[in-house]
């Protein structure tokens, strides 16, 4: 029997995360069946979870991602790119990632799951925070800065799952920019 390749598994696993995001962003938690991963991904239930324990981690990882995706958007473009990305970001994913929130209130082992991940995100954080500094007020702690542009953004996000009208997200970077900009 062949040997897969690391570069294989890496695939299949992207593979399996872009279907059940697709899967959660259309049902929600409760409805991404495991039929309907199957269906979606194209792969059996055993070969999806050779990758992921189970639903709850499988959908640990989707959120994980895609936080990471757009903590590396901010990071690599700026806030107002990141607002731009939430602004395009489709509303049924985004209201998942709500739902993750509100599990993390509810679901004690759901909690623990993502605490693990913010547990080893705390390595980056000093760095991601350094990288940071140089575009924003010195005359406040870096922490209570990024919580309130977390804030905004958060909130942006929000507008968008209940398809609110969104601000015009110049006069918005104008309003951010004043408020969190060296003086």
């Not at 570069?7 to 696993?13: F, V």
């Not at 709850?56 to 590396?72: E, H, K, N």
């Not at 209201?95 to 082992?109: C, H, K, N, Y």
């Not at 929000?158 to 900009?181: N, S």
């Amino acid at each position: 029997m062949p040997k897969v390749t690391d570069e294989h598994k890496e695939a299949r696993r992207e593979q399996i995360l872009a279907a059940a995001q697709r899967v959660f962003a259309r049902h929600g938690f409760e409805g991404a069946t495991v039929s309907r991963l199957e269906g979606e991904t194209g792969l059996s239930r055993g070969a999806i979870f050779s990758y992921f324990e189970n639903k709850d981690d499988l959908f640990v990882a989707v959120v994980a991602q895609s936080s990471d995706r757009l903590v590396a958007i901010w990071m690599e473009r700026g806030f107002q790119a990141l607002l731009e990305a939430i602004a395009h970001e489709d509303p049924d994913w985004l209201a998942v990632q709500l739902e993750a929130t509100r599990r993390v209130r509810t679901d004690a082992g759901f909690r623990a799951r993502l605490g693990r991940l913010e547990e080893e995100a705390k390595a980056l954080r000093e760095e991601r925070l350094a990288r940071l500094r140089p575009g924003l007020r010195d005359d406040l702690p870096i922490e209570s800065v990024v919580m309130f542009l977390n804030f905004v953004a958060n909130a942006f996000a929000f507008a968008r799952v209940i398809e609110d009208k969104l601000p015009d997200l110049d006069v918005l970077m104008e309003l951010v920019e004043t408020g969190v900009a060296p003086r």
